[in-house]
């Protein structure tokens, strides 16, 4: 109990200045309460939003796309980067078209998005797929090109079929880099879901975001944004313990 | 050194001094000030007024910044970013309403008698959307919601037998709106000039305009202003008269030389639409002033859909700038 | 190499699909003009036109903010490896602030930092810094013990050991956090750019979308996409060299 508050304290007695900080500039007027309310309002707000349950349904709506989203991407990133991490020529064939489709943000791709996808889940979903799909499929072909030859080799002259290879050797051996892409996925994945959610929609966290600030409702737009910033916390944490659970026999001294 | 030549020396260094002077004293008479707005047709007397010389002739050299879409503008102004922002009607009472303390000090643009207008609701051909009654349950595109196309069409579908609670507006770009509508996605869609007229170019065939709202539901209703802060006024008032000033002689410009193909290349130096599409497509009214009751209307109906709470005075909102006519 | 040339063939096949599809009418939208269209475009706006310039402002952007957030993420990433405590402090604070994307952060950042350039420099380096920051910070806290091990029973100094054993153990994390800083960072670029811009691509893209000329529009996120692209084939080429004369650790 000592131990784990000696770990949480020095980062909350932090958080807590600053809050005090902006509580005081506020309330002494140098900032305009119009523009960025006072932090007791801000949690005033969102006492309130628990207490009414209108949290509940945005949330579920942002996290329900966004692990959809995340399924469809990761998988289909796992899958490729395997194969493109062990056959040369489907790496040759991808490679090209991946580090040209990477750069565009996913904003700019709004246009043929909605064209092709409409205004609803489809296209959200489609969104976080897209910006989930990248980090992970970068790491995987980066863990799967990493892993030792004479592993392979030995595999291969054992008579080991491709695909049990990649299954059983491969993609175990890959799998730390495969998490830490996952966990900048999952950072990415929400923004994304965010954003799509800003620019067409009917519902959600990124939607409230910006119909709140639309509609000047200054305080309602943090709070939203500090439940967004608490989630991506928590997922964070979440990533992280899975990440542990599973790796948990790769040492710090693991060098690929 | 000889005396001519000192002499020499001393009145050429004079005449440079001289000339620096005069050079840095026109420097300062030129008051710098950032008007943030948004490059679409409506903007017209500010950008011409700009190209033209018409501010620099009141001693004023403008920082335009340019936003995609409007939403930045006011926050933005409000943290004293901007001196002035271009802003529709809707948005601008609802800033207020929630404590940012904004004037109204020159007049925007505003709808004619009746359509075709800035805005049209689009439907598809074979749906059978022809009132707000047909929309009870069904999709509606606006930009945003909050705004003065979103009140617009909700008093439309109200007054044409339905019941804007019960229609499902879908906050869809203006670019995606004519997409969204011909794959229906959305039943209709309340979609601004040039995208009306490409719409139903592109799909002569599939979509069709519906009704104006903002014409049939507020004939010559206003749409939008520049507004500043009451801050920057109080502390700042001969520029807001000179910025009234060079902006009413852009507006004079604009309503003397609407259509015409000197205009259509001005407007799109800074739209950049081509000037064939701005042939075809319905502009809005520009303003020489903006007339009390219209805000008035626009606050009652604000109160009565319920997004605006606060009972706003009008004679306190609009900056007497605003409802001065200047002659040219 | 043999795998390069079908990728290239793949990407001229989907190209072409979308000229078909778009010229015969099947795809009919004003989002989705021929490719021939487009390249038209870019061609007559780079000779003509300002894109660039407008290329030019992006990358200048990018540039500085880039620059600035790996800079600051070494530090940070280092000094919470080196120094536990400061980490407790202040990594609660950084865990919160990074899952809010940037079309959120902007209302608050314009408050205090306008919607100039020093507004988008400040995202785009907030943006570069967590990547290197954390993989900063996992390199130097994972090198092997037993070279600090080794290092304390010679009584090697600190500074030895950072420069000889951390450093160059880090290296491989800190310049693989680089690299996703670099396509993060040109992103944010652009994004602040849509959002808040008055110049740069990512205006030039919006603009180009308002005023229907989306053929112009396509072309600026092919030139965004041959910017990231070309970016990114720099820093691997960088990162070669950097890795081959600074020798990797085994």
Known sequence: ?256 | ?328 | MLGRRSGLLLIAILLLSWEMTSRTGLVTSENWPPVSAILAGLVHETLYGDLVQVIGATLSRFALGYVIGICAGVIVGFTFALVPFVRRMFEPIIELLRPIPAPALVPPLVLFLGVDDLMKVTIIAVTAFFPVAINTMQGASGVEPIYLAVARTFRTGPTRVLMKIIMPGTLPYVLAGMRISLALALVVTVVSEMIAGASGVGYYLVLMQYAVRSADMYAAIFVIAALGFALNAAFLAAERRLIFWYAPVP
């Not at chain 1, 506020?26 to 309310?37: N, T």
């Not at chain 1, 965010?194 to 639309?214: K, N, P």
């Not at chain 1, 439940?227 to 790796?247: H, K, Q, S, T, W």
């Not at chain 2, 104006?212 to 006024?233: H, L």
């Open chain 2, 1 to 328: 050194m000889s005396r001519s030549r000192r002499a020499f020396l001393a009145s050429i260094g004079a005449a440079i001094g001289v000339s620096a002077l005069g050079a840095s004293v026109r420097a300062q008479s030129l008051t710098k000030i950032r008007v943030g707005t948004i490059p679409i047709v409506d903007s017209a007397p500010l950008m011409i007024g700009i190209a033209k010389g018409f501010f620099r002739d009141e001693g004023l050299e403008v920082d335009t910044t340019p936003a995609p879409g409007g939403a930045a503008l006011l926050p933005s102004l409000a943290a004293g970013q901007f001196n002035f922002a271009f802003a529709n009607t809707t948005s601008a009472l609802l800033a207020i309403g929630e404590g940012l303390e904004f004037k109204f000090v020159t007049a925007g643009c505003s709808t004619g008698p009746r359509g075709p207008d800035l805005a049209g609701l689009m439907a598809r051909v074979d749906r059978g959307i022809n009132s707000g009654k047909d929309l009870v349950g069904k999709r509606l595109a606006v930009n945003n919601r909050n705004n003065i196309m979103w009140i617009r069409a909700a008093v439309w579908v109200d007054r044409t037998g339905g019941d804007a609670d019960h229609v499902t507006f879908v906050e869809i770009p203006f670019p995606q709106m004519v997409d969204a509508l011909v794959n229906n996605q959305v039943d209709a869609a309340m979609v601004n000039e040039p995208f009306l007229t490409v719409g139903l170019q592109n799909h002569h065939d599939k979509v069709r305009v519906v009704s104006w709202p903002m014409s049939d539901t507020a004939p010559n209703g206003v749409v939008s202003e520049y507004v500043a802060t009451k801050d920057y006024i109080e502390q700042n008032p001969r520029v807001i008269e000179k910025f009234a000033r060079a902006f009413a002689h852009g507006t004079d410009w604009v309503l003397k030389n609407k259509g015409t193909p000197e205009w259509e290349q001005a407007v799109s130096a800074y739209t950049k639409i081509a000037p064939e599409r701005l042939r075809g497509i319905a502009l809005p009214v520009y303003d020489r002033v903006i007339e009390p009751q219209k805000i008035q209307d626009m606050i009652e109906l604000m109160r009565k859909y319920k997004i605006l709470k606060a009972n706003l005075k009008v004679a306190d909102l609009i900056y007497p700038t605003a409802l001065k006519q200047y002659t040219f």
């Open chain 1, 1 to 256: 109990m000592g131990r784990w508050l000696a770990k949480v304290a020095p980062g909350g007695i932090v958080l807590v200045l600053l809050l005090w900080g902006i509580e005081e500039a506020v309330d002494a007027g140098l900032v305009k309460r119009s523009l960025m309310p006072a932090p007791t309002d801000i949690g005033r707000i969102l006492w309130e939003l628990f207490v009414d349950g209108q949290v509940a349904g945005p949330l579920a709506e942002t996290l329900a796309r966004l692990g959809i989203g995340f399924a469809i991407g990761a998988t289909l990133a796992v899958i490729m980067g395997l194969a493109m991490g062990y056959w040369p020529r489907v790496y040759g064939l991808f490679e090209p078209l991946i580090e040209l489709l990477r750069p565009i943000p996913k904003a700019a791709l709004v246009p043929p998005l909605v064209l092709f996808l409409g205004v609803g889940d489809a296209m959200k979903i489609t969104s976080i797929a897209l910006a989930v799909f990248f980090p992970v499929l970068i790491n995987t072909v980066q863990g799967a090109r990493g892993v030792d030859p004479v592993l392979i080799d030995t595999a291969r002259t054992l008579g080991v079929r491709p695909l049990p290879l990649l299954r059983k050797i491969i993609l175990p051996a890959s799998a730390p880099f495969v998490f830490a892409g996952i966990r900048l996925s999952i950072a990415l994945g929400l923004i994304l879901a965010v954003i799509s959610e800003m620019i067409a929609g009917t519902g959600g966290v990124g939607f409230l975001i910006i119909d709140m600030q639309r509609a000047f409702r200054v305080r309602q737009m943090y709070a939203w944004i500090v439940i967004l910033a608490v989630v991506g916390y928590l997922l964070n944490l979440l990533i992280l313990a899975a990440e542990r659970r599973f790796l948990f026999w790769y040492q710090a001294t693991e060098r690929t």
